[in-house]
């Protein structure tokens, strides 16, 4: 037998909810940029700060948004309670944090298609200049422009310049070469170059 619980109960349970959402969205994110600023990692730090802002904008305009739709003011003063009147400068301060939000989420998501689209194309050729050498890429990456390919494979050591050549022919001369060879160093080939330097890190 179901037990039905009182209306009382109902709203505690309802008005609870709210308070969840908030601090499962907003509190982690908070705490994360905390902890990255003390161990100094403030690019990362940025970025927590930032999803952390997404959650604020994203509350108060749907918030907002739905209270307009739903016509909740004009309901409460039907019910007889006070309510302000609603300014303009409100609707103006939610909508420049939502686009104060937008910027970098859009910058970062054209510089992920970007890297993206970078490191398919040059994937096939970095599979080709290993295959040459019976080498095998365990990962073709790239981030912020700068190509990164994983190479596994048996000494002799791989002709690094043919690679940046590669790359260099099939129109990704502008960006940089990170080349990681499993068990050894990493090799730097920057943009447009003929010749690798061994690099740490």
Known sequence: MTRQLPIREYATGTSILPGVAIAISLVPPLAVTGLLLEVGRYHDA??????FATNVAAIVATGT?????????????TAGHAVSRLRGTTLVAVSC???LVAVPLTIGTVTI???????????????????????QI??????NGTITVTAV?????LDLPALRRALNDGGLAPHDLRVQLVGGNTRLCAAA???????TG
């Open 46 to 51: 940025g970025q927590s700060a930032l999803l």
């Open 65 to 77: 948004l739905v209270f307009l739709l739903y016509r909740v003011r004009a309901a409460a003063q």
């Open 97 to 99: 944090l939502v686009i």
């Open 113 to 135: 298609a970007r890297d993206q689209q970078l490191a398919a194309t040059a994937r096939p050729l970095a599979l080709q200049w290993a295959d040459n050498a019976h080498w």
């Open 138 to 143: 365990a990962d073709v990456v790239a981030k």
């Open 153 to 157: 494979g048996l000494p002799p050591d």
């Open 193 to 199: 170059a003929t010749d690798c330097m061994t690099v």
